[in-house]
Structures are given as C-alpha cells and as structure tokens.
C-alpha cells in the first residue's frame, strides 16, 4: 500500500543555495535543509522554480539534491524535480535522484515548444521509466509552462502505477476540485498558488508546495493547523497577511527570490543572492524588505 500521508502538509520549495561567488554552496545548501527541518514542516521541494533550476546544469542540480539528502533522509519527504527540457537530461536526473533515496519525482512539461498531449505523455513516462521505483508527481503550471494538464492527459498519466498526483499551480483555484475529483483520496494534489493556499485546502487540496513557504513557514503551518481544527476564520486572518507580505515583496526591484534570501540573511540564514537573469536586490530595495521582515515577524509573534 503506497503511503500518500508523507505528501499531506507543507512542503516548501526549496531555494537555490548559492556562495557569494555565485556558485552552488553544499554547506548552504545543507544549512536551509536544516532550518525547514527544524521548523517542523513536512517535507522538501527542490529544484523547482523557487530552486531556479532552469538557470542550473544538470551537475548543479544533482550538487544540490545530494546535499539536501545527506540532512533530510528519513526525516522530511524529499520530492525532487527532474525536468529538464529534454527526455534524456531529465531521466539522468530522475535516475540520479533515486539512486538518492528521495520519496518523489516531479515534472513539468516540456517548455518551449507546445507538445501535443502524446507527447506530453511519453515525455513524463520516459522520466518515470528512469526511476521506476518512486512515485512521480506532475507539475502542472501553465502559466510559466506555456501547456496546461488537461484531464484526459491525467487520466492518461493515472495509468502508470508510479503517478500519485499534481502540484497545481494554475491559478483557478476549482483546477484542483477537477483533479481531486478524478482520483480522490488515492491521490495527492497540492496547492501551488501560495495567495490562495486556504482556498486550495477548502476545496480539496492534500497540502501544499510553496515558493513562500521557506521565507515564514510558521505562518503556513499554523493556517493548516487552524483549517484542520475547523477554525476558518483564523485561517483565513492568517492567509490576509501571507497576502499582505507577498504583495510587499513583490514590489521590489529585486526578483521574489531574491527578496526572500535576503530576509533570511537578514535572520542570520545566509544562502546566498539569485542567479541571473534574475534581478539581484539592489540598495533602494532595502526599506521595503525590511519592512517585509518586520511583517513576518509580527505575523508570526
Ligand atoms: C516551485 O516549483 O518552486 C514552486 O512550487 C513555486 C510555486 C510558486 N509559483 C511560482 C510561479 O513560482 O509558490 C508559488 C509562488 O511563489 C507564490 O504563490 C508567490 O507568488
């Protein structure tokens, strides 16, 4: 019997750990597994978009997941995205990562070129082959993939044993009734969009994968806490200033990411600046960040 409890909760993205030269730190890297890790969330998502693993090569990439590894297994869930955008790169991922012993692999679709579903299909089998022995999630964001996860196209993917669900991340929050509904509780989705990650849970999502989570993960913990024990109004106080604080960061010079490492850094968790062409934060950005720090923290007391 396939344990999908492991996969039900908050599961930040995790962030690409640099060192000040730019590089991929291993230590850093093994630093921010540990602090999720003691922040008590369920697991790890890594080398997703938060974890800028377009601007990464394929032996940065592997850098990476060895090193959140050697904290995190068997204590957090370590799903590991592996797309990259050809079928052969991304199976040496795939294959690598469960060579590693992670709980999952994900995907998205090949980006670029606007794959008709077959081959949308055989892309993400060819990926599963590659690590036949782990459960694979489908990542299906449309607005950054250019191609959205139809329901044939789910429904097609449901029939390799090895598909246990999707991390959602189009933005009409009744996408993950669609895809609960085809499956039920034999399946996990997870909410993608952090803005509406109440909303997500209310309709049927298992838990979430966050690019906001690592930043104030207390605040989304403490959201699924109070949806559990029934309490929707707190939920909902909590979500109204998780929004607050995204639009906050968002209005800065520098990319999100960016934003949010330096937050960290300024809570003594150096991990490092945004590879480019990301924008890097720069002076003028200061006051808003940290303002956007004094946000979480008062969110948080
Ligand atoms: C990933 O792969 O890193 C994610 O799961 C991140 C999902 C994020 N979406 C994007 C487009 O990055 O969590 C969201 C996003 O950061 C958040 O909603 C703030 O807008």
Redesign the pocket.
């Known amino acids: 019997m396939r344990d999908l409890e492991k996969y039900r909760g908050i599961i930040p993205?995790?962030y690409a750990c640099y060192e000040d030269d730019g590089s991929v730190s291993a230590e850093r890297t093994q630093a921010l597994t540990q602090h999720l890790i003691d922040k008590n969330v369920k697991g790890v998502?890594v080398c997703?978009?938060?974890?800028e693993?377009i601007y990464q090569s394929k032996e940065e990439r592997k850098l990476i997941l060895e090193n959140v590894m050697k904290i995190a297994k068997g204590k957090i869930t370590v799903i590991a995205?592996v797309a990259c955008n050809n079928t052969a790169d991304s199976q040496e991922l795939a294959a690598h990562a469960e060579s590693l012993g992670v709980d999952a692999i994900a995907s998205i679709p090949p980006i670029y070129f606007h794959l008709p579903d077959h081959a949308i299909a055989q892309y993400w089998n060819d990926i599963s082959s590659a690590a036949p022995n782990t459960d694979f999630i489908i990542?299906n964001?449309p607005?950054?993939a250019g191609v959205a996860l139809s329901i044939p196209l789910y429904k097609e993917m449901l029939k390799n044993p090895n598909v246990i669900g999707v991390?959602n991340?189009s933005m009409p929050v009744q996408d993950i009734q669609m895809f609960k509904d085809v499956k039920g509780d034999d399946s996990v989705v997870?909410n993608?969009?952090?803005?509406?990650f109440i909303s997500g849970r209310l309709i049927g999502a298992d838990g979430?994968?966050?690019?906001?989570?690592a930043v104030m993960p207390e605040l989304f913990l403490a959201a699924d806490e109070a949806l559990k024990a029934g309490n929707i109004a707190r939920a909902k106080e909590i979500q109204y200033k998780i929004d607050r604080i995204?639009y906050a960061m968002?209005s800065c010079h520098g990319n999100?990411y960016a934003v949010m490492k330096e937050i960290l850094k300024m809570n003594g968790l150096n991990i490092g600046g945004v590879r480019k062409p990301l924008a890097s934060i720069i002076p003028e950005d200061m006051p808003q960040i940290e303002k956007c720090r004094e946000m979480i923290s008062t969110a948080i007391a």
Do not use: M, R, V
């Not at 979430?208 to 989570?213: F, K, S, V």
């Open positions: 993205a995790f998502y997703g978009s938060s974890g693993c995205h990542y964001i607005q950054l991390k991340s997870f993608g969009p952090d803005e509406q979430g994968i966050g690019g906001t989570y995204i968002c999100l």
